[in-house]
């Protein structure tokens, strides 16, 4: 079964340090990976996809990611937190094959953004 | 469109009762799930469509959990003999298939929040 750890259910960063949320999945073979994210009293917003292509994910708001096979890693980084970063992170895995498409997500990494 | 809609948005009820929540996907979307989160944890998976038909349902599911889809459009999840437990957010995502969309992204409603007393 596919599943999904994130080391640090809580990550504070000052603002303008580089922002580092950890992902690792388990998988017989490489699945497709995503990191989501949740605003306060929000619905969850899809941040970036691996899909196979490149290994580096760029996604929105700066946001990138970078698929180590080898680590069976899929860790989120910007270079410059921002206050308006603070928000709930999720990073997800969903199977290769197309008849099985159930997507598992993490526990999830609360990321504080500190003045 | 309007995106993923889900009502109620907050539902308080007495434990025993019955409780039903509505998830209107994204139209063109055929795919449909659900899933709880309580406070602090990652979204669970409980189940999810493709058109009409109920591909999966979570084993950790209790009987009590029944979700339709009739017509492949809008889905409802009901729960039966409510249970303190079950106070969560319960998530409406829907998709298109892989085969047309090249990866499963979801896009997720607001959720309904359920508390039972």
């Known amino acids: 079964a596919q599943s999904v750890t994130q080391l640090g259910s809580h990550v504070s960063v000052s603002e303008g340090a580089l922002v580092l949320l950890r992902c690792n999945y388990s998988s017989s073979v490489p699945p497709y990976l995503f990191w989501y994210v949740q605003y306060p009293n929000q619905g969850l917003q899809l941040l970036l996809k691996?899909?196979?292509?490149?290994?580096l994910v760029k996604g929105i708001n700066g946001f990138e990611a970078e698929f180590k096979k080898s680590e069976t890693s899929f860790h989120l980084t910007k270079p410059s937190a921002h206050m308006s970063d603070a928000a709930e992170y999720f990073c997800a895995v969903s199977p290769l094959k197309t008849s099985y498409d159930k997507v598992i997500f993490g526990p999830g990494t609360s990321l504080s953004v500190i003045p | 469109d309007t995106g993923v809609s889900q009502d109620p948005r907050h539902k308080i009820t007495k434990r025993g009762q019955n409780v039903t929540f509505r998830c209107d996907p994204i139209s063109e979307h055929n795919r449909l799930y659900w899933y709880r989160q309580t406070l602090g944890q990652g979204p669970e998976f409980l189940t999810y469509f493709q058109n009409e038909a109920q591909l999966e349902k979570s084993r950790l599911l209790s009987d009590r959990f029944s979700a339709e889809r009739p017509k492949g459009s809008f889905s409802t999840l009901e729960i039966q003999r409510t249970e303190q437990g079950d106070s969560a957010m319960y998530l409406c995502?829907?998709?298109?298939?892989?085969?047309?969309?090249?990866?499963?992204?979801?896009?997720f409603g607001a959720g309904s929040r359920l508390t039972v007393l």
């Open positions: 691996y899909t196979s292509a490149a290994t």
């Open positions: 995502a829907s998709s298109l298939d892989r085969v047309r969309s090249g990866a499963n992204v979801l896009t």
